[in-house]
Structures are given as structure tokens and as C-alpha cells.
């Protein structure tokens, strides 16, 4: 059964830092683009960031340039977002996604193409 699961979530006050993990199981992810998505409370999904399945390319959402990094270990399947200088407005639920389809052009900005989600953890920063 193919698994993504989140962790390292919390509280954390402004100006605070954390880093969230996503372990996969089930099947190797290292040939797949991994993408970090939250959910605050009455919002839609937004992709927060995105990693290539070689680590060549990166986006990032440009609420969170220059705070947010995000890095992978293929070895351990493991994606990481390690978030700094948290922001009140970056509370929300984080969830790590898998796009398998890798040879579409921009693959990493293609939403509907992320089919392994996790379930989530929650971030909250308090102001």
C-alpha cells in the first residue's frame, strides 16, 4: 500500500521554526517531482513548494521565497520542508504530495497531476 505520511507539525511562535518530514512507503518515490501543499481554515489547497525527483529544480510559493526550503533524500524517501521566520498566516494544514508524471514540461506546477497525498499536519504559529 502506497503511504506518504507527514510529521513535525505544531505550535510555534512568529519568527519561529520548524521542519516537517514526509516518509513514503509502498513504493520508491525517487523518480517522482514531490510537492508541499496547505489548507488554512475556509482557503482553498495552495502548493507551497516542490522538489524535482532529481532535486535539480525547485519552486516556491512567493509567500514563503527566502523562508521555506525544501530537500529530499531518495534514499530514505523521505521529502523535508524546513520553514523559518513563521508567519501567523502560515498556519495551516501541510500535506506532502507525489506527481509521478515527470516528463511533462513545468511537471512540478501541474496540480492535478500529484496523485499520492499524505494526510496532512497541522502548523500553527501563534502571533
Known amino acids: 500500500q502506497v503511504q506518504l505520511a507527514e510529521s513535525g507539525g505544531g505550535l510555534v511562535q512568529t519568527g519561529g521554526s520548524l521542519r516537517l518530514s514526509c516518509a513514503a512507503s509502498?513504493?520508491?518515490?525517487?523518480?517522482?517531482?514531490m510537492g508541499w501543499f496547505r489548507q488554512a481554515p475556509g482557503k482553498g489547497r495552495e502548493l507551497v513548494a516542490a522538489?524535482?525527483?532529481?532535486?535539480?529544480?525547485?519552486y516556491y510559493a512567493d509567500s514563503v521565497k527566502g523562508r521555506f526550503t525544501v530537500s529530499r533524500d531518495n534514499a530514505k524517501n523521505t521529502v523535508y520542508l524546513q520553514m523559518n521566520s513563521l508567519k501567523p498566516e502560515d498556519t495551516a494544514v501541510y500535506y506532502c504530495?507525489?506527481?509521478?508524471?515527470?516528463?511533462?514540461?513545468?511537471?512540478?506546477?501541474?496540480?492535478?497531476?500529484?496523485?499520492?497525498w499524505g494526510q496532512g499536519t497541522q502548523v500553527t504559529v501563534s502571533s
Open positions: 522538489i524535482s525527483w532529481n532535486a535539480v529544480s525547485t
Open positions: 509502498g513504493r520508491s518515490f525517487s523518480i517522482d517531482d
Open positions: 504530495a507525489a506527481n509521478g508524471k515527470t516528463y511533462r514540461l513545468n511537471s512540478l506546477l501541474i496540480l492535478s497531476d500529484y496523485e499520492y
